[in-house]
């Protein structure tokens, strides 16, 4: 155990005892997306709103374990009010710190520049919890397709 392990622990429990963006928008203008891991039992909905380039908002409602919960909470943390280009590109950042990103010429962002993100990376160690961070990740992805024509 060292002292990275130990912050990366404590962001992690922080967004989940205190989940950022939380609840629901309208719907329309904003789209919503379920998602279901069936192996842990969590459960999510990710809210999105888009104008012009630009994910103007992000919530999410569910229930689930720490990683998945803590996961939602940076992930809206990551791109909320960011142009879509970057928020594309943040999404295949995370799935390449899961190991399941298939772009061979994406180059890794530091821990400086992932922030708070980077306290997930340990997940990947723990192949079954992997879902678990993906979750709300991928119904992000889906509810934004609903609104988006990239
Ligand atoms: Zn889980």
């Avoid at 963006?21 to 891991?37: C, I, R, T, W």
């Avoid at 803590?70 to 950042?93: C, F, N, W, Y």
């Avoid at 710190?97 to 298939?102: A, E, K, L, Q």
């Avoid at 992000?140 to 024509?149: I, R």
């Amino acid at each position: 155990m060292n002292d990275l392990e130990d912050l990366y622990r404590e962001i992690i429990l922080d967004h989940y005892k205190n989940p950022r963006n939380q609840g629901e928008l309208p719907v329309p203008p904003a789209a919503v997306e379920e998602g279901y891991n069936p192996l842990c039992g969590d459960e999510i909905k990710v809210y999105v709103q888009v104008d012009g380039d630009k994910l103007s908002a992000i919530t999410t409602t569910g229930q689930g374990c720490s990683i998945s919960r803590s996961s939602a909470s940076l992930l809206t943390q990551a791109v909320k009010g960011r142009p879509l280009e970057e928020v594309h590109a943040i999404v295949e950042q995370f799935r390449q710190i899961m190991g399941v990103n298939t772009d061979p010429d994406l180059i890794p962002l530091s821990d400086r520049e992932l922030g708070e993100l980077a306290a997930l990376k340990g997940v990947v160690k723990f192949p079954v919890r992997i879902k678990c961070a993906l979750l709300s990740w991928n119904t992000f992805e889906a509810a934004l397709a609903k609104v988006t024509t990239v």
